[in-house]
Structure formats: structure tokens, C-alpha cells
């Protein structure tokens, strides 16, 4: 029986496929493709290595852009043991191994870096346990996050590490990665230039990614080069990235918002187009074109909240897809409107000024006075009526009495807003005459 668990004898086996993203990962930090930024002589990283001094760091990014590889290199260009955890499939119990393990190389004169990805699906438990850690020595952390940092992580954590961005791999860089996978292929893809173009942009930023796109198109047998029809059929296009609850949404959001503001239709309609493709529920995107009309648009156009509201009915009335060219004409019209926030800023002004006024209460002449002893008692007394007077304006004062006149509303000369301007102005004028009369 022995026999047969006897590996001398057993036939040689293949070794096992290695994928190509594997045999093309990185050896020294000079063969990352891409992110400069962090990894160029003058930049963070390059500074701290030829300083010597490599600090805690914390690497946000999107996924397939290097960041398990920078970190395996830098233990490498540090002469730290690497060490690599998920804070998916790791509890605290195995923290505690780590911890321990790392302590006893340190007492060995041998320090440690510890990789952690998804650092932000830790709890804040969790992020506390690496602080001592971190402080004396024990471990230099590299954490990776797809999330911002900001919002998922603790700020004692943060304050005791560098938060470094990378960034997509843009379509040079892809072009560079295309051309060292063939060179390990051994040979050119099968793909005619316009082809080559449209498996790099299927890629959206992720090298790891498009190796494994290539990996595909390479073992295909083909008579003539591809063309991008033919290879989209082939090929299943990558859903772009973007997540409901994530950064990507509020970032996409921002982005139609702000194209928007700055009058930019074509802009505006590709943010309201990558949120659809994303998955973004229409009536969330109804919405947010709402608050651009009340924010934004204001009184410059007074029928741009009408509009976003009726385009949001349609949508709910006829749905998916026509409901959507309701909304898409709405970005439009939002997009192209006169522009005026002096209605949002007088209000945010007069909140303020609230405030700080605390409960001073109206002037006397403007109470209403509806017993007799409120009328002993002044109230209403000198009170105006506006309608009796030859202008239709009495020019009273409503403030509280002894507050200085503030000016709160501040109208635009853009669109109709132009016109309200014009009645602002007037009764200014008047008011300041019967002031003086």
C-alpha cells in the first residue's frame, strides 16, 4: 500500500499554468508600469526610498493598478519580510498570529511589512489593534483601499500613515503592458490597430485586467486580424466601475453636478449616461437634477424647477428606457439655463444671521394688535398699509428694531433674475427715499 503514496516513482507532472498576470508581475519597482506619481524620483515614494526612510503608507486606488505589487516590492527594496492578509478573510485571532510572528522577527532583527488589502473592511476594533503596533515598530503597514480614506478609516490610523492615490492605468500605459505580454506570448496579437485600441479601453484603467483580456484573444486562431466589431462579440466588455453606495457614486454625481453649474451640456449628459450605464437608479439622478435647479438656476430661470420636476413625473409615469430621455433633456436644459445662487446664499445668509440674532422680536407696527390691550399697548401702532399708499410701497421698516439693515439677497444680472435685479433696485431706492422723507 505503501507503493502507491510513493512519489519517487510517480511520472513527472506538468507544472501548472502560471496566468499571465502572474508571469508578468514586476520584479523591481522600475518595471511598474504606470503611476509615476507616487513612484517617480521626486515623488513620495522615491523620496522615501532614497532617503531610506520608508513610512507607513496607505495606497487608494482603483483595483488592477499595482498595489499588492508596489507593497511586495517595497519589503523587497527595504529587506522587510512581507507579509499579506485580506481584511475580508482575516479575524482577530489571526491578527494576533501576525502580530506575534512579526514581534519574533523583530527580536530576530528582522522587520516586517505588513500588506493589508480591503484594509477598510476592517472595523474600527480592528484598526485600533495595529496602533501599538505601528508605533513601536513592530510592523510597517501598507494598507490598500478602494474607498476613500477619509470616510473608511480611523484617524488615528491615518495620522500615523501617508495616503498615497493611484491612479488608472491611462491607454499609454496599457499600450506598454500590451506590448510586454506579447513579448512573453511570444507573439503579436491578432488584432488590427483599431482592435488593439478597443481591448485597452475594455480594460478601464485595470492592467491586471487587460492581461487577462489578452490572455483570452492570444489563444484564439484566427485568419486575418480582428476588428473591433468582431472582437466585442468575442469579448464581453468590462462593466464599468462604479458602485451605488461607493466613492464612484458620489464622484459621478459631483460630476454632473459641477458640468451642470458650468453650463457644459455635452459634459453633463456623459456623467448622467456613465451613471445609467453604472446602474444608478434614475429617480436618485431626478433628484439630484431637482437640487440643481433650486441650487444653481434659481430665479435666473424660475421654469427650470418646474421642468425637473416634470421630467421626474415622466419618469415615473412611463419608466425604463424612454423615461431616461425625459431626464437626459432636463440635464440639457438645466445645463444650457442662466446660472444664479443669490436666492441659496441669502438663505444660508439670513439662517446665519437668525443665529446669531437669537429671539428679537418684530418691531411694534408690524404685530397685530387683535384685543384692547394690545392696542394700549402699541401694538400695531404707526403699521403702514401698503396697498393705501400711491405706490403701493410704504417703505417700513421690518427688522426688529435696532438691527442694522442687512443685505441678504444679492440677485444676479443673468436671465429673469435680470429682472427681478431691477425690482430689488427700485424698491431699494424708494425705501432709502422714504427713509429720508
Known amino acids: 500500500m505503501s507503493d502507491l503514496f510513493d512519489t519517487n516513482d510517480a511520472a513527472p507532472t506538468e507544472a501548472p499554468h502560471r496566468p499571465l498576470a502572474d508571469r508578468l508581475r514586476p520584479k523591481v519597482l522600475s518595471d511598474v508600469i504606470g503611476q ?149 506570448l511570444g507573439k503579436a496579437l491578432p488584432l488590427t490597430g483599431a482592435a488593439r485600441e478597443t481591448l485597452q479601453e475594455m480594460a478601464d484603467g485595470d492592467g491586471r485586467a487587460l492581461l487577462n483580456l489578452i490572455e483570452q484573444v492570444s489563444a484564439w486562431t484566427v485568419d486575418n486580424p480582428l476588428d473591433p466589431e468582431t472582437l466585442a462579440k468575442r469579448l464581453m466588455r ?38 445609467l450605464e453604472g446602474g444608478e437608479d434614475p429617480r436618485y439622478i431626478a433628484r439630484r437634477l431637482t437640487i440643481m435647479a433650486v441650487e444653481d438656476i434659481s430665479l435666473a430661470d424660475p421654469q427650470a424647477q418646474a421642468l425637473a420636476l416634470h421630467a421626474w413625473e415622466v419618469y415615473e409615469r412611463i419608466g425604463s428606457p424612454e423615461g431616461e430621455l425625459a431626464l437626459a433633456q432636463a440635464v440639457v436644459y438645466l445645463a444650457l439655463a442662466p446660472k444664479s445662487n443669490g436666492a441659496y446664499a441669502g438663505y444660508k445668509a ?43 410701497f410704504s417703505g417700513q421698516n421690518y427688522f426688529p428694531e435696532g438691527m442694522e439693515r442687512p443685505e441678504l439677497y444679492k440677485p444676479v444680472e443673468r436671465g429673469f433674475e435680470r429682472e427681478l435685479k431691477k425690482r430689488h433696485d427700485y424698491f431699494s431706492r424708494l425705501r432709502a427715499q422714504r427713509k429720508g422723507d
Open 36 to 184: 509615476e506619481q507616487v513612484l517617480g524620483p521626486e515623488a513620495p515614494l522615491g523620496v522615501m526610498l532614497a532617503a531610506g526612510s520608508l513610512s507607513s503608507l496607505i495606497f487608494w486606488g482603483p483595483p488592477g493598478v499595482g498595489k499588492t505589487t508596489i507593497a511586495r516590492l517595497l519589503a523587497q527594496e527595504t529587506d522587510l519580510h512581507f507579509v499579506q492578509i485580506s481584511a475580508i478573510f482575516t479575524g482577530v485571532p489571526d491578527l494576533k498570529r501576525v502580530f506575534e510572528a512579526a514581534k519574533i522577527r523583530r527580536q530576530n532583527g528582522q522587520g516586517t511589512l505588513l500588506f493589508v488589502d480591503e484594509i477598510h473592511r476592517f472595523n474600527k476594533a480592528q484598526q485600533d489593534g495595529f496602533l501599538p503596533h505601528m508605533e513601536d515598530g513592530t510592523i510597517l503597514l501598507v494598507g490598500a483601499t478602494t474607498e476613500n480614506p477619509s470616510f473608511e478609516l480611523n484617524a488615528a490610523v491615518l495620522s500615523r500613515a501617508q495616503v498615497l492615490i493611484l491612479e488608472r492605468l491611462d491607454l499609454g500605459d496599457l499600450e506598454r503592458l500590451t506590448q510586454r505580454a506579447e513579448k512573453e
Open 350 to 392: 439670513a439662517r446665519e444671521l437668525a443665529r446669531r440674532s437669537g429671539s428679537e422680536p418684530p418691531p411694534m407696527h408690524i404685530l397685530n394688535a387683535p384685543t384692547g390691550l394690545m392696542k394700549e399697548q402699541g401694538f400695531g401702532a404707526g403699521y403702514k398699509y401698503d396697498h393705501d399708499q400711491e405706490d403701493g
Open 238 to 275: 468590462r462593466a464599468a466601475k462604479y458602485d451605488k453606495s461607493g466613492d464612484e457614486h458620489y464622484n459621478l454625481i459631483s460630476a454632473l453636478h459641477k458640468s451642470v453649474r458650468g453650463s457644459d451640456p455635452d459634459a453633463a449628459l456623459y456623467w448622467f449616461a456613465r451613471m
